[in-house]
């Protein structure tokens, strides 16, 4: 590993160990001749903390936000082609990245300056929600044995935390924290990383007695999830291979399906309404019924004649008449974007907790799904259909 290399892997390091404080880069040779330096510190928006980057010219400033992978990636570009200094200030470390006239890099590395990160307090920069030395996430490969998070898991690693971060402000905002024992369904379990994370996050950090099911179509990913689940001790996870729509109807406190596809979704949300859920959260994907039924009006038609555009004004249309009708059963609903597992790529996320809103409510809301039905020329979106029977 060369000098940029290792540099490169500080920054890293830093960013995933939240002990990243800034990074400037200097002595730039490109293109741009009013360019001096890159101020990069980070900042939280309401997205969450992205590095933000402060170009700074001679007689000008201009900024740009961009996600860890993408502000490494941009870092990475940069140096040893543009900017030939760089100085990386960590809570732990002061890493300087130097190259002489021959192009050739060295590092130092000296006690940090700083003892943390000097951020305005609007760019206050979160904890963790999860444990990266959590045994689970040793056997499903996020974590090396020494508790590391591996070099091509953050953005996994960083998926699981904002889901339980998600999580933890679900259930204050429900009656599920006053709960003592909780019964819990993940639809579509899959690899289970989520499912590992929220038994952990129920049982170990709100101290609740957890009867939580993990439902898979694929048996051998059900079968290595009811391994790691023993070996982490988790007794009171246990996962089934099935269908959504063939489990048994049971009673359960949360109800998660995170990417079931299409009306894999639909069936989720009639089972969670079937079960009296108090919170649901769902990430919905692949959303053929609508995009298939759907009849754009004669007034959009110069707008959404691109088949792109119509796919996704039929995926907003269908994910929006999800949350609606939900609305229409009871819950305070929630329509946003939630951190994807690959590349940090982004997927519509719905959550809802149970209020018992009024009967009124509800018929406002069925009025409004008719509404939006008639506008689009759709006869059902497929929920209407299975919830109604």
């Given at each position: 590993m060369n000098a940029k290399e290792q540099f490169i892997e500080y920054l890293k390091k830093s960013l995933v160990e939240s002990t990243f404080i800034k990074l400037t880069l200097g002595k730039y040779r490109g293109e741009k001749q009013d360019l001096e330096n890159i101020f990069i510190t980070p900042v939280n928006l309401s997205e969450g903390v992205k590095l933000s980057f402060r170009y700074k010219f001679r007689k000008k400033e201009a900024f740009k936000n961009f996600s860890f992978d993408e502000g490494v990636e941009m870092a990475d570009n940069l140096i040893g082609h543009e900017f030939f200094n760089a100085s990386l200030f960590t809570s732990k470390n002061d890493i300087s990245l130097e190259y002489n006239k021959k192009y050739e890099a060295r590092i130092y590395v000296k006690k940090s300056s700083m003892e943390s990160a000097e951020i305005k307090e609007h760019n206050r920069e979160k904890s963790r929600f999860i444990d990266a030395d959590s045994k689970y996430l040793k056997l499903t490969g996020i974590t090396n044995e020494n508790g590391k998070i591996k070099n091509d898991k953050y953005d996994k690693f960083r998926q699981i935390?904002?889901?339980?971060?998600?999580?933890?402000?679900?259930?204050?905002?429900?009656?599920?924290?006053?709960?003592?024992?909780?019964?819990?369904?993940?639809?579509?379990?899959?690899k289970?990383?989520?499912?590992?994370a929220l038994y952990d996050y129920l049982v170990n950090r709100l101290s609740k007695k957890c009867d939580i099911k993990g439902v898979?179509?694929?048996?051998?990913?059900?079968?290595?999830?009811?391994?790691?689940?023993?070996?982490?001790?988790?007794?009171?996870?246990?996962?089934?291979?099935?269908?959504?729509?063939?489990?048994?109807?049971?009673?359960?406190?949360?109800?998660?399906?995170?990417?079931?596809?299409?009306?894999?979704?639909?069936?989720?949300?009639?089972?969670?309404?079937?079960?009296?859920?108090?919170?649901?959260?769902?990430?919905?994907?692949?959303?053929?019924?609508?995009?298939?039924?759907?009849?754009?009006?004669?007034?959009?038609?110069?707008?959404?004649?691109?088949?792109?555009?119509?796919?996704h004004i039929s995926s907003f249309i269908t994910d929006g008449l999800r949350a609606l009708m939900l609305d229409a059963h009871g819950y305070k609903t929630k329509v946003f974007e939630f951190i994807s597992s690959e590349h940090t790529a982004k997927n519509i996320m719905i959550t809802a907790v149970k209020k018992n809103l009024s009967e009124k409510l509800r018929d406002e809301k069925l009025e409004e799904i008719n509404n939006i039905k008639s506008q689009f020329g759709l006869k059902d979106f497929y929920l209407d259909t299975i919830i109604n029977k």
């Open positions: 935390d904002k889901f339980i971060e998600i999580v933890d402000s679900l259930t204050k905002d429900s009656g599920i924290i006053e709960k003592t024992e909780l019964k819990v369904i993940d639809f579509g379990s899959g289970s990383y989520l499912t590992f898979e179509t694929r048996k051998e990913l059900a079968d290595l999830s009811n391994r790691i689940a023993d070996e982490s001790g988790f007794m009171g996870l246990m996962f089934f291979k099935g269908s959504i729509i063939d489990f048994p109807p049971v009673k359960a406190d949360i109800v998660t399906a995170l990417h079931a596809c299409d009306t894999a979704t639909d069936d989720a949300i009639a089972k969670a309404l079937e079960s009296g859920a108090e919170i649901i959260i769902l990430a919905p994907c692949c959303h053929k019924y609508v995009r298939k039924n759907i009849t754009i009006p004669a007034s959009l038609k110069s707008i959404f004649k691109h088949g792109i555009l119509e796919e």
